[in-house]
């Protein structure tokens, strides 16, 4: 998927538009699930978490999650485009906020996954007027750019955040 049509995407996902968004839509987008383990076209794999998370169909993303309660939702995407493997992390990573209002880094770390170097941020919002908390995280590699979204309105936030980082670090390269 093009960088900017992901960045659109992310535009749009206030706590409201990725909730309401993702429950019209079912299934996956780009690859299969086996055993609870998403595996993707683009030559990786997560672990899916296991505690009311469901999957949900988003074009534009290789995977979609979504929770009722307490409401949140996750996205996963690799972008194998070179120049936007040379992009600087937190370029990479301010594009899955792309589209709040009001935005503000909570927190910001170096991350290593799966031996790939990454930048997480934590970052408080408003989208269409609604409150919402983002944990982004991107991880890059010479081949792709590896990206990780948690969005939920701030009192369901800290439930989700365990989910998610399970699911960050679950990701590994498969070989192909």
């Known amino acids: 998927m093009p960088r900017a049509e992901l960045r659109a995407l992310r535009a749009r996902l206030g706590s409201a538009a990725l ?8 299934g996956c987008a ?8 998403f ?8 672990t899916l978490p296991v505690e009311g998370w469901q999957v949900h169909r ?13 409401e949140g ?12 493997v040379g992009r600087p992390l937190r370029l990479l990573v301010r594009y899955l906020s792309f589209g709040l209002t009001r935005r503000a880094v909570v927190e910001e770390e170096p991350v290593t996954v799966a031996a790939r170097e990454g930048l997480r ?22 081949r792709c750019v590896y990206d990780f ?27 192909r």
């Open 19 to 26: 909730l309401g968004g993702l429950a019209m839509l079912a």
């Open 30 to 37: 780009t690859g299969s699930i086996e055993r609870g383990v």
């Open 39 to 46: 595996h993707s076209a683009k030559g990786y794999r997560v």
């Open 58 to 70: 988003e074009p534009r993303a290789d995977l979609a999650l979504k929770r009722q309660a307490p």
């Open 73 to 84: 939702g996750m996205l996963v995407d690799a972008t194998c485009d070179p120049r936007t």
């Open 121 to 142: 941020q934590v970052i408080r919002g408003e989208r269409d007027g609604t409150d919402v908390r983002v944990e982004a995280v991107s991880v890059k590699d010479g």
């Open 149 to 175: 979204l948690y969005v939920a309105p701030p009192p369901a936030f800290p439930a989700g955040r365990p989910a998610f980082r399970e699911l960050v670090q679950s990701f590994a390269v498969e070989l």
